[in-house]
Structure formats: structure tokens, C-alpha cells
């Protein structure tokens, strides 16, 4: 869909342009009207016509200063849906039903705090709780080698700390 943001004193013009368009946009279908032509002819006419007259709008509007804007549809992020599906997971455990990527989701990003925020680390610690099999020995060795990783490291970053303070939570959370 098209928003269109313009300013007052082009709303004048704005309004000439239109019109100037409807005429030209009369004129043709007046002439077409004039020939006979099949339905089929005329209904690939009516489109062409169309895609015209739109071109030829967008073109008069950018030349009269008017910006159009292209509202894409927002479509959630993985780390949304994956929080919302722990917010529901803790909140509402009725409605809640499990979605392996999801859980795969929070599984990989659960030690970083710009996508898992504090807020949502302390209902994933819960929700790790009831991690069983393969995906809980997964979690383990893989929080395992990520410590050993961190402290063989000599970097001390704050980044650090909270990733070294988190995989500690869960390895005495599943260990």
C-alpha cells in the first residue's frame, strides 16, 4: 500500500495532477469504446491502462516534491515469537503447545542479552527445568565447552561477564 506524506501547500497540486490524470484516463477509454474489440482484448487493454495511469501518478507526485511510502507489512522477528512463546509458556501453560524451533530458537540465543533480555532469562531458566533428553544433554555440553571457552579467554568485557554469569546459571540449573 502506498501512504502518501506531503504538505499542505502541495495538496493544490496534488489535487490538478489527479484530475489532469482522470481526463487523460477518459479520453483513452472514449477511444476504446470507438473500436470494437473482444472482451479478452479488452479487458488486457483495461489492465495495461491501469498500470499506466498508476505509473504516470506516482511519477506526477515524486515531481510535484510528494513522497511515497512503501508500508511493508510487519511480519514478526524470530526473537518476538520466541519470547512470546515463553511468555506463554509461563503465563498461560493451558493455551501453550510446543514448537521445536522456538525452543531451538531460545536454545542457541539464551546467553545473549540483546536478544534474551533479563527479563525473559529468568522465565527461560524455569522453562529449562522441564528440558529433557537429547535437547537437555545438547544444552549441557554445549554450556560445558562455552565456559571453557570463556575462561581460557583473557578477555573481560562486561558482553563477557553476563555470558560467563548465564551459562553458570544453567549448568547449575541442568547439571
Given at each position: 500500500?502506498?501512504?502518501?506524506?506531503?504538505?499542505?501547500?502541495?495538496?493544490?497540486?496534488v489535487?490538478?495532477i489527479?484530475?489532469?490524470?482522470?481526463?487523460?484516463?477518459q479520453?483513452?477509454?472514449?477511444e476504446?469504446?470507438d473500436q470494437?474489440?473482444s472482451p479478452?482484448?479488452?479487458?488486457i487493454?483495461?489492465?495495461?491502462?491501469k498500470?499506466e495511469?498508476k505509473?504516470?501518478q506516482?511519477?506526477l507526485?515524486?515531481?510535484a516534491?510528494?513522497i511515497?511510502?512503501?508500508?511493508?507489512?510487519?511480519?514478526?522477528?524470530?526473537?518476538?515469537?520466541?519470547l512470546d512463546y515463553?511468555?506463554?509458556?509461563?503465563?498461560s501453560?493451558?493455551?501453550?503447545?510446543?514448537q521445536k524451533?522456538?525452543?531451538?530458537?531460545?536454545l542457541?540465543?539464551?546467553?545473549?542479552?540483546?536478544?534474551?533480555p533479563?527479563?525473559?532469562?529468568?522465565?527461560l531458566?524455569?522453562y529449562?527445568e522441564?528440558l529433557q533428553g537429547?535437547a537437555?544433554?545438547?544444552?549441557?555440553?554445549?554450556a560445558?565447552?562455552l565456559?571453557?571457552?570463556?575462561?581460557?579467554?583473557e578477555?573481560?568485557?562486561?558482553?563477557?561477564?553476563?555470558?560467563c554469569?548465564?551459562?553458570?546459571k544453567?549448568?547449575?540449573?541442568?547439571?
Amino acid at each position: 500500500m502506498l501512504g502518501l506524506v506531503m504538505g499542505k501547500s502541495s495538496s493544490a497540486a496534488v489535487s490538478k495532477i489527479l484530475s489532469k490524470l482522470k481526463g487523460k484516463k477518459q479520453e483513452k477509454e472514449e477511444e476504446e469504446k470507438d473500436q470494437e474489440l473482444s472482451p479478452e482484448v479488452k479487458r488486457i487493454l483495461e489492465r495495461k491502462l491501469k498500470k499506466e495511469y498508476k505509473k504516470e501518478q506516482k511519477k506526477l507526485m515524486r515531481e510535484a516534491g510528494i513522497i511515497a511510502k512503501k508500508e511493508e507489512p510487519k511480519n514478526p522477528s524470530g526473537s518476538e515469537l520466541a519470547l512470546d512463546y515463553l511468555t506463554k509458556w509461563s503465563e498461560s501453560p493451558k493455551e501453550w503447545k510446543f514448537q521445536k524451533t522456538r525452543q531451538t530458537w531460545l536454545l542457541l540465543h539464551m546467553y545473549e542479552k540483546d536478544k534474551v533480555p533479563d527479563k525473559y532469562f529468568s522465565i527461560l531458566l524455569r522453562y529449562l527445568e522441564g528440558l529433557q533428553g537429547s535437547a537437555r544433554d545438547k544444552t549441557v555440553q554445549k554450556a560445558e565447552a562455552l565456559m571453557k571457552e570463556y575462561d581460557n579467554s583473557e578477555r573481560e568485557d562486561s558482553s563477557h561477564l553476563e555470558k560467563c554469569e548465564r551459562i553458570r546459571k544453567v549448568l547449575q540449573l541442568l547439571s
